[in-house]
């Protein structure tokens, strides 16, 4: 099993920036890909970056150039910083594990963005 526990939402303006963390605990090295998605109401889940265990990123183009997902892999957590925030960018946010047998989800954390 693997455990997701994410931090560092909150209430932002607009152009503001946010770090998202996400701390990882358990059956750590079955993990080959961490995410970050979110949801905003009305709306599906959506993904908006991905890392490999090795740093190779991906993310999605509408966050693309102000998002910038990373990890620390001795403090086993998985990073989203997020600049220029957009009020359109309100959303819960949900950090994801990929292993070969399951995928894992946090609680998530919610992010506010005021115009």
């Known amino acids: 099993q693997v455990r997701l526990v994410e931090s560092g939402g909150g209430l932002v303006q607009a152009g503001g920036s946010l770090r998202l963390s996400c701390a990882a605990s358990?059956?750590?090295?079955?993990?080959?890909?961490m995410g970050w998605y979110r949801q905003a109401p009305g709306k599906q889940r959506e993904l908006l970056a991905h890392i490999t265990r090795d740093g190779i990123t991906n993310y999605a183009d509408s966050v693309k150039g102000r998002f910038t997902i990373s990890r620390d892999n001795a403090k086993n957590t998985v990073y989203l910083q997020m600049n220029s925030l957009k009020p359109e960018d309100t959303a819960v946010y949900y950090c994801?594990?990929?292993?070969?047998?399951?995928?894992?989800w946090g609680q998530g954390t919610q992010v506010t963005v005021s115009s």
């Open positions: 994801e594990a990929t292993s070969p047998s399951a995928n894992y």
């Open positions: 358990g059956i750590i090295f079955s993990i080959r890909l």
